[in-house]
């Protein structure tokens, strides 16, 4: 299927310049994944990948088995899941993907960011037709037959696969599946004995947005403040 041309940074992860942000959004992850799913990763898909997630950002397995136990407990956060629609300068579309135990409070932060960043808030599905929902799965590349992989994919949900690099510039393998599909992949990537280094749901947008450099400048300054928030888990654009 081809090299594949990412429109988003390689990792989302490289723009956090705090480990404390990083180690933050895993634990909200695995606190959402318990609730709904309980405690034992072996019958619970999603905290797998929340593990799995957390062993790529090199989380301390103590505060991974913390946040697991912080999770089950009946003082626990409930974190509702919200995703926000708005535009950046210049025209470039933003979709910013939040968790929060106060919507009223989350809502009126992500308004003030793109207000002050030169964007607007937008109303629900005047941006979300820009994006592809899919599950993206990064897989370290050594000892793996790619074509034999990509043919045994595609009976399970596969539409792209390419390679990618960590940020490090590692090379990396990217499977990308439309997110209903996403349990599927995983479960056969596990009946190969194939371990992610990360699996997360991503939205891609379909048409990227060009703008001169100087433009981009303003729409990274506003996504960057966007991920900073607490309340944000991912934000995704159309920025070329």
């Known amino acids: 299927m081809g090299r594949i041309f990412e429109v988003r940074k390689h990792a989302m992860f490289?723009?956090?310049?705090?480990m404390a942000k990083q180690?933050?959004?895993?634990a909200k992850d695995i606190t959402i994944a318990v609730k709904?799913?309980?405690t034992d990763p072996s019958s619970n898909p999603s905290l797998r990948r929340c593990m799995q997630n957390a062993r790529a950002i090199n989380m301390p397995k103590d505060k991974v088995e913390a946040a697991i136990k912080r999770a089950s407990g009946k003082d626990a956060a409930n974190f509702t899941e919200i995703i926000y629609e708005g535009y950046a300068p210049h025209g470039v579309a933003i979709l910013v993907e939040t968790a929060t135990d106060n919507p009223t409070r989350t809502v009126a932060s992500v308004r003030h960011h793109f207000s002050k960043g030169g964007g607007n808030l937008a109303s629900s599905g005047s941006v979300s037709f820009q994006f592809r929902e899919m599950g993206v799965f990064r897989l370290g590349?050594?000892?793996?037959?790619?074509?034999?992989?990509?043919l045994y994919l595609m009976d399970?949900?596969?539409?792209?696969?390419?390679?990618?690099?960590?940020?490090?510039?590692?090379?990396?393998?990217v499977i990308r599946c439309l997110f209903p599909n996403f349990g599927q992949v995983q479960k056969a990537l596990e009946e190969r004995g194939i371990i992610p280094l990360s699996a997360e749901r991503e939205?891609?947008?379909?048409t990227p947005?060009?703008?001169?450099?100087?433009?981009?400048?303003?729409?990274?300054?506003?996504?960057?403040?966007?991920?900073?928030?607490?309340?944000?888990?991912k934000v995704f654009h159309t920025l070329a």
Do not use: S, Y
């Open 209 to 233: 947005t060009e703008v001169a450099e100087e433009h981009a400048k303003e729409v990274l300054e506003l996504i960057d403040k966007l991920e900073q928030d607490d309340d944000v888990q």
């Open 23 to 26: 180690f933050h959004r895993i």
């Open 156 to 173: 399970h949900g596969l539409e792209e696969m390419g390679e990618g690099t960590g940020e490090n510039g590692e090379p990396q393998l």
């Open 141 to 150: 590349p050594d000892g793996l037959n790619q074509d034999e992989l990509e």
């Open 14 to 18: 490289a723009r956090w310049n705090r």
């Open 203 to 206: 939205f891609v947008c379909t």
């Open 36 to 38: 709904a799913g309980g």
